[in-house]
């Protein structure tokens, strides 16, 4: 039997190179292989990808995500390490990085405003930490829902968030808006002073509202809110992290979906 043969590059790697210049300010960085596997699973649109070991990251791809083989063995162009360091400071482990266009804040705010919804959106108000609000993406996109928007001063594309996601920023629709501008649907905010969670059925419709860990839910989201919904807690216990949080809320409303 004969062994497959990998995909031909389809860019030089000095093409590539000036590629990534030209759009690095302004594009998305997919750091590491898997949030390169989802992006494009989900339909990024990636420019370039570069890597130091071709042969490495498509034998990954042949292990793990067999059905972007050859998707990414015409995308991804070796480069030397010197060269890969000096465009990504901070390369992954996996040894691939590359560059998506962020989609357009009008498509994702559409899909954000139509009715009826499948699936909840999920809110951030005002949250603090990249890392967790990647996590909540990460989740969120895992769960199927219809977008996270977040509230406040943090930018839910910063890199060291779409890091946490995974590449699944491109699962799922993501932006920031101002409480105003919060999607239609009731608001279910999540609080220790609220109704336990257990008694009660998230509509598919829902918004969901998390506080930060630090600060709780803002005096504007909690005034908008239809309904104040806790999780079951010991009361020893002062707070949960904000994605697990997230997790808990979503599983419940997909368990009876």
Known sequence: MNEPSAPAAAAAPTDAVRTWRGLADTAVLLDGFHALKHAMRFGAQIPVALTSDRAAVLGLAEDLAPDLRDPLGALLVEVTDETLRALVPRIHPTGVAALAVRPSRTANLEVLARMPRSAPVV??????????????????????????????????????????????HFGTAVERLDVAGLPQGPLFALDAEGEDIRGLKIPDDAVLAFGSERSGLSGEVRGRA?????????????SYNLATSVAMALYHWSAFH
């Open 226 to 238: 239809d309904h104040l919904v806790s999780l079951p807690m010991r009361p020893q216990v002062s």
């Open 123 to 168: 809110v951030l108000d005002n949250p603090r930490n990249l890392g967790n609000a990647g996590a909540v993406i990460r989740l969120a996109a895992g769960f199927g829902v219809t977008g996270v928007v977040t509230t406040g001063t943090l930018d839910p594309w910063h890199p060291t968030v779409v890091r946490g996601g995974a590449g699944l």
